[in-house]
Structure formats: C-alpha cells, structure tokens
C-alpha cells in the first residue's frame, strides 16, 4: 500500500520561504505531485518529481528524494494569496497501484503580514 | 481553456435514495478518477477508469458504483445513499499517469450531504 505523511498545518511571514516536507512509503512509485488546494476550490497542479533532485518553477521550487522516500515543496517570497492547503500526492505503479495517486492529508499554510 | 465539469455543487438527499454524480471533461483524457475529501482524511480514491467501460475499483469503493459509456464522461453511483457518505466529491481527469503532463486536472467538488 502507500502512506504519505506530511504537516497538518504551517504559519510563515508574508515575504518569507516555506519548506513543506512530505515523506512517503510505497509499493510501487511512479512519481509525486504536489497540488495546492484554497479553501471551497479544487486542487490545482503545482509540480511533478520522478527523478531525484529539484524542478523549480517561479516562486514554488519541489525536490525529491527517491531513496529516502522525501520530498519538499518549497515557496519563496510568499505572498497572502499562497494561503491555501498544499497536497502531497504519489503516483503508484504495479499491480495494485498503477496509474492511482494516493494524497496524503494536505498541508494548511497561513501566511500572516 | 481545459475543463472538468460536475453537475451539481450542492446536493441534499435522504438516507436510501439513489444518487448519480456526474463528471463531463473536455480535453480528452483517457483516465478519469472520483475522489472524497473529508476533513482529517484528505483525499481518497473511489474508483477510476482508463478508458470506455473501464472501470477499477481504488481505496475506498464500497457503497459506490460507476459509469463511463463515453470518453469525456464519468458518473458515480450511489445505490442507496447513507449518512457516512456525507462528502465533498472531486472527479478528476488526467493524461496517460507517469509521465510530464499526466497530472490530475480537478472539478469543483460535488458537496453531497445524506439526510
């Protein structure tokens, strides 16, 4: 099976960087997004990590580490509008998990002025 | 502009009843997915497809049916609703997963709450 685990919940300064980590033990990996997901919306897509190191896009930078089942989200220059829930998810592979993305709990980060 | 479309934001129906939600995509995706949300428990999955009158059964499918008779279509059934499936509902809908652009594209949720 897959568990993924991340933060319940973070607090950072406007104009600040976050790190949210996510670690993850699974039987087949594919792949991991991360989604952010604002309050009575849907998630949105953020990044995509299938080989090992740092994919950086703007503001928003996610690393992974296959070998140690970790990645992190990190958010520069965080604004009030990045307030929102970040989504851990896993992409499975092999029988039981192929093509299936496993979230975990979410990430509630309030950034303060 | 790319869009997952569900039909009902907002649902409130008895304990028994039969309940359809439905998901229509129009960017052509071959896999579709229904998810619930609860608060403590994030997201999981119910069932998915990967094509027409595919269907796989994910974490969490009992209690629940689906329908996929067309490509840009997926419907979930609930035979005989009960309060513990009380929810918010996300379809979703993606390219092949695994590779650089199979990431989930989301509806707005169908909140569904059983009386």
């Known amino acids: 099976g897959q568990n993924i685990d991340q933060p319940t919940e973070m607090t950072a300064t406007e104009g600040a960087i976050v790190q949210i980590n996510c670690t993850y033990q699974?039987?087949?990996?594919?792949?991991l997004f991360w989604y952010q997901q604002h309050a009575g919306e849907a998630p949105t897509f953020l990044s995509y990590n299938v080989l090992d190191g740092l994919e950086e896009k703007g503001r928003f930078s996610s690393f992974l580490s296959r070998s140690k089942g970790y990645s992190y989200l990190l958010l520069k220059e965080l604004q009030m509008k990045d307030s929102a829930s970040y989504l851990c998810?896993?992409?499975?592979?092999?029988?039981?998990?192929?093509?299936?993305?496993?979230f975990g709990d979410g990430t509630t980060l309030t950034v303060k002025p | 502009d790319v869009k997952v479309t569900q039909s009902s934001r907002y649902l409130v129906k008895r304990t028994g009843e039969k309940v359809f939600l439905e998901c229509v995509q129009d960017?052509?995706?071959?896999?579709m997915f229904w998810y619930r949300q609860d608060p403590g428990l994030g997201l999981r999955l119910i069932y998915f497809s990967y094509d027409v009158k595919m269907k796989e059964k994910g974490d969490i499918p009992e209690g629940y049916s689906v329908s996929r008779e067309k490509k840009e279509r997926f419907s979930l059934i609930l035979e005989s609703a009960s309060t513990n499936q009380t929810s918010m509902y996300l379809c979703a809908s993606s390219r092949e997963p695994g590779q650089l652009g199979g990431e989930l594209f989301f509806g707005e949720g169908s909140r569904l709450t059983v009386l």
């Open positions: 998810a896993v992409l499975g592979r092999g029988n039981t998990n192929a093509g299936k993305s496993t």
């Open positions: 699974t039987s087949g990996f594919n792949g």
């Open positions: 960017m052509d995706h071959e896999n």
